[in-house]
Nanobody, 121 residues
Framework: VQLQASGGGLVQPGGSLRLSCSTS????????MGWYRQTPGKQRELVAI??????????TSVKGRFTISKGNAEIVINTVHLQMTNLKPEDTAVYFC?????????????WGQGTQVTVSS
């Protein structure tokens, strides 16, 4: 298993959840990690990504509500956390963790299996 995600589940609107993801890929090859999400019939949507140097990028719909962080010091990354606050029903989706890495001079992306987040009263 190269990516292991945890923390999904059911939460009421306005509540919070924390997702975590760890990768077993070579930490020195990893350049970024993050999350996308997808609902049936829609394209996968950016949630948040974080570079190994700690630079975040957020999707428009989650800015100000979600925070991505890494569980690593220095300029490496193999664990990320996504703190989600003020959750809305439209945040309901399958959340996919991914890692971008450079291996033998080529950039590739490895995806996790996805974890369900449901926001409902």
């Amino acid at each position: 298993v190269q990516l292991q995600a945890s923390g999904g589940g059911l939460v009421q609107p306005g509540g919070s959840l924390r997702l975590s993801c760890s990768t077993s890929t070579n930490i020195f090859h990893n350049t970024l990690m993050g999350w996308y999400r997808q609902t049936p019939g829609k394209q996968r949507e950016l949630v948040a990504i974080l570079t190994s140097g700690g630079l975040p990028t957020y999707g428009t719909s989650v800015k100000g509500r979600f925070t991505i962080s890494k569980g690593n010091a220095e300029i490496v990354i193999n664990t990320v956390h996504l703190q989600m606050t003020n959750l809305k029903p439209e945040d309901t989706a399958v959340y996919f963790c991914h890692v971008g890495l450079v291996d033998n001079g080529q950039y590739r992306v490895v995806w996790g299996q996805g974890t369900q987040v449901t926001v409902s009263s």
